[in-house]
């Protein structure tokens, strides 16, 4: 089964309907629905979202966990007691506000 059909199927039964009731909600023929859960045709993704809208879920952009994610960070962070986690956030800050007003002069 593709990942389309295990949401549209998860999401589906979550919310206690069968593929009928929401084919009606959605305006989706029935056969579209279980040839989707059956991996047999990978839906478009306007019609994944109908699909998942009908049953009260939705489509969000997530980054995948692990992917583009700097553990050194992290781990520095973790280390670090509660005060030094909060000097650390606080000189974040200060530098972001620092930044924002250099950018608002170039603006100018």
Do not use: K, N
């Not at 039964?13 to 909600?25: K, P, V």
């Not at 973790?78 to 924002?100: K, N, Q, Y």
């Amino acid at each position: 089964m593709t990942a389309a059909g295990r949401m549209v199927r998860y999401a589906r039964r979550s919310s206690g309907m069968t593929q009928r009731e929401l084919a009606q909600r959605a305006g989706i023929p029935q056969e579209t629905i279980a040839r989707i859960e059956r991996a047999r045709i990978d839906p478009r993704v306007g019609t994944l979202d109908r699909l998942l809208e009908a049953c009260g879920w939705g489509l969000e952009l997530e980054p995948r966990l692990g992917i583009g994610v700097d553990r050194t960070v992290i781990r520095r962070l973790v280390a670090m007691d509660p005060a030094e986690r909060l000097l650390s956030a606080l000189a974040t800050d200060r530098e972001h506000v620092e930044f924002a007003r250099a950018l608002r002069r170039v603006a100018e």
